[in-house]
């Protein structure tokens, strides 16, 4: 059982730590919950686990985002 907030709610307790130790290590974070909550219904298929279409375009240009920088800067 999950509890009060479903399985939403148990798993920002882990999202939580992880930008808090992004946060502190200064590290990048590619925050996907973030960047599809504005949009979560037409990003999120029915099940609530898997990316649409729409979805998996986010996911896209927010990793694109980040990389991109660094590729150009010939950090990698």
């Known amino acids: 059982s999950f509890g009060a907030g479903g399985p939403d709610g ?11 130790f992004a946060t ?9 919950d973030r ?3 504005p949009d979560r219904e037409r990003c999120i ?3 609530g686990v898997h990316l649409t279409a729409d979805g998996n375009r986010t996911t896209a240009g927010l990793m694109i985002g980040m990389i991109e ?5 010939g950090r990698l």
Not at 10 to 20: A, G, N, P, S, W
């Open 10 to 20: 148990y798993i920002e307790q882990y999202r939580v730590v992880t930008r808090e």
């Open 24 to 32: 502190e290590h200064r590290l990048p974070l590619a925050d996907l």
């Open 35 to 37: 960047a599809i909550r």
């Open 45 to 47: 298929l029915p099940d």
């Open 69 to 73: 920088p660094i590729l150009k800067a």
